[in-house]
């Protein structure tokens, strides 16, 4: 089982960047394939990012292509999500999870372990 605690997340002006983290605990994080999703109000959680297990590969949503990068570090138990030119639509709560199969996944179900989430408020 790994737990994972999300930070990073904050009120930024459209156009700016920020940079989100997620901790895992437990000595198994390299097992994980790593997502981010986010889920803004009245809406149902939609995929972002995900990471393979070593980093060597990475798959991202149409809307986030080209503006966000995934990456992790594994000697340090942490996925990271770079968000840059940040719009208005980017607005949510944003968490990440942990796949234990080891398959790059984009749905939420597949996944078995959540963060708490973290709030980005992007503004104009």
């Known amino acids: 089982q790994v737990q994972l605690v999300e930070s990073g997340g904050g009120l930024v002006q459209a156009g700016g960047s920020l940079r989100l983290s997620c901790a895992a605990s437990g000595r198994t994080f390299i097992t994980y394939v790593m997502g981010w999703f986010r889920q803004a109000p009245g809406k149902e959680r939609e995929f972002v990012a995900v990471i393979t297990r070593s980093g060597d590969r990475s798959y991202y949503a149409d809307s986030v292509k080209g503006r966000f990068t995934i990456s992790r570090d594994n000697a340090k138990n942490t996925v990271y999500l770079q968000m840059n030119s940040l719009k208005i639509e980017d607005t949510a709560v944003y968490y990440c999870?942990?796949?234990?199969?080891?398959?790059?996944?984009?749905?939420?179900?597949?996944?078995?372990?959540w963060g708490q989430g973290t709030q980005v408020t992007v503004s104009s």
């Open positions: 999870a942990a796949d234990p199969y080891g398959s790059i996944q984009t749905l939420a179900r597949e996944y078995d372990y």
